[in-house]
């Protein structure tokens, strides 16, 4: 049956750092799972008379956010103190993954997880997960419930790591390779190469899932690159053959389309232009990036790059991509560039499906795509209710939710043409 969604329906027309351009209708027609059209009211009724109508009023309806880079088992250590990147790793990060050798333990945080991402708009992720494989049959047994297209891998590590969270360069192979072939493409679940950073594979694990990547190139390959400057340095001492942090993926078959690199933030110019000219992707995690004290992402790259959006929760401070979209605002302001508020959605939504390199299938509502949809009450609170009086455009109306909201404006969630 189809059901005809009305209220200020917003879709983007092409890439909005490079000329593109945002578009708000009056309602959105969901059939079979996806978008039949978006357009006036009165034409959208006259092509399915049947259809069941829900009325949002003055609610945003968009395209689900996409949180292009996030920890899943990390859902329980959000917010914990005190700590840079290796120390919080060690500290709280470690401990915390090493539970997931209980299934039961991944299952519960799985199904936490995917709950609180649902009930902050989220409709889609691109998850790591922990090096035992039964986190991954979690997520991807707590997407497949809930109807989600997601992506996620089997983290591998092999140095670096406490006893109890290291593979081998060998099991890390088989095990991914067991994984993908299981669920790579069964449903809307995607499975991705997962290394977990160079500081934690050896040469020759970062060989082996170079290797399994050529033998199924159309995976995403997804790793964390120059997050923090004590990282680079160590990870100089670990690979003193290499030109740079890259290079360590470089060098062993991880650079191409579909590597997807979270952070990237203390880029050399070599880095820069390799990874345009391998037509790799980068995501931008601010909450975690001011949070973790790791730097100020350069949204310049934008413009050569395919560049997605994440909250990297339990790195990052929040489940919402509104409060990511406010973090990135301000980060981009410390650099002296004012992001618009269409582009912030932009990031959220098509530039991180572009990141996923999913951008054919969700993501933006245009037809044809799936129906993953968030409805955002513009009004939420009273601080946000205020500033709206005034705004004299969609834009203004958008940007104090934008800047202050969070679950609290997800009205209502469709994930594949269905209500939440
Ligand atoms: N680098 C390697 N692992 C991690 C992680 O779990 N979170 C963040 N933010 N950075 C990392
Ligand atoms: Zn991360």
Redesign the pocket.
Known sequence: MANLLLGQVLSFEGDLFAGGSARVDEALLIEDGRVLAVGPAARLRALRPGARVTDYGRDLISAGFIDAHV?FP?TAIIASWGKR?ID??NSY?FPEEMRFADPAYAEEVAGRYFDLALAHGTTSMCS?ATIHPASVEAFFDGAAARGLRVFAGKTCMDRNAPEGLRDTAQSAYDDSKRLLEKWHGVGRLSYVITP??S??STPEQLAALGALWREYPDCLMQT?LS?QTD?IEWVRSLFPQARDYLDTYETQGLLREGAVY??AIHLTPRERARLAEAGASLVH?PT?NTF?G?GLFDMGLAGSLRVGLAT?T???SSFSMLRTMAAAYEVAQLRGQALHPSQLWWLATCGSARALRCEDRIGNLSPGMEADVVVVNLASTGAIEQATRRAESLWEQVFPTVMMGDDRAIRAVWVAGRPR
Do not use: A, K, N
């Open positions: 920890h990390q990147l919080w790793l990060t790591y977990r950073f500081p934690t964390h997050e990282e979270g952070h995690c975690s973790i790791s990297d339990g790195g990052g």
